[in-house]
T-cell receptor, first 113, second 114 residues
């Protein structure tokens, strides 16, 4: 069964304190791994897509990496406005519903000044 | 509009009533998904529409749930005889033709069943 596990569930960082969020996955065949950010009361906002092991993508203070078993979202020198829930999702390249995303439960990040 | 829109933003209903949730996808997107986000849970797939093909309903939790998509654009998710466990945020996402493309989410409808 395709599964996604995110850790930690919650993370509190002081402004400027870098850290990483983990997403481990099992999927029959990976089409893509997606990272989203979700603010309270809003829908998920797309951040990155990774397709193959070794791939990396960056956006401002965020950098996403991918291996065959997991993905990391590295946050460098975070600011309070980075506080949000970060969601990881995978998409399989086979199965009855191509395109559906399997989501983890998310990591709730709080960055305090 | 530029993004996915959903209405209503919030819905409070009484147990046993029917509700309809609406999704307007990004113009030109052929694929549309409905997901449900319950408190403390990850997003759960409900149903998938791709163009004019028959929808994939494999994620619907019971026969009280149904959805349709008219003219390949707007979609309506209907929950009949609502139960308290139906309380959740219902999210719609749209996507281009390729299943590997990014799914863009709407703001969601927050449903509370009393």
């Amino acid at each position: 069964e395709d599964q996604v596990t995110q850790s930690p569930e919650a993370l509190r960082l002081q402004e400027g304190e870098s850290s990483s969020l983990n997403c481990s996955y099992t999927v029959s065949g990976l089409r893509g791994l997606f990272w989203y950010r979700q603010d309270p009361g809003k829908g998920p906002e797309f951040l990155f897509t990774l397709y193959s092991a070794g791939e990396e993508k960056e956006k401002e203070r965020l950098k996403a990496t991918l291996t065959k078993k997991e993905s990391f979202l590295h946050i460098t020198a975070p600011k309070p406005e980075d506080s949000a829930t970060y969601l990881c999702a995978v998409q399989a390249d086979r199965g009855s519903t191509l395109g559906r995303l399997y989501f983890g439960r998310g990591t709730q990040l709080t960055v305090w000044p | 509009g530029a993004g996915v829109s959903q209405s209503p933003s919030n819905k409070v209903t009484e147990k046993g009533k029917d509700v309809e949730l609406r999704c307007d996808p990004i113009s030109g997107h052929t694929a549309l998904y409905w997901y449900r986000q319950s408190l403390g849970q990850g997003l759960e797939f409900l149903i998938y529409f791709q163009g004019n093909s028959a929808p994939d309903k494999s994620g619907l939790p019971s026969d009280r749930f149904s959805a349709e998509r008219t003219g390949g654009s707007v979609s309506t998710l209907t929950i009949q005889r609502t139960q308290q466990e139906d309380s959740a945020v219902y999210l719609c996402a749209s996507q281009g033709l390729d299943p590997g493309e990014t799914q863009y989410f709407g703001p969601g409808t927050r449903l509370l069943v009393l």
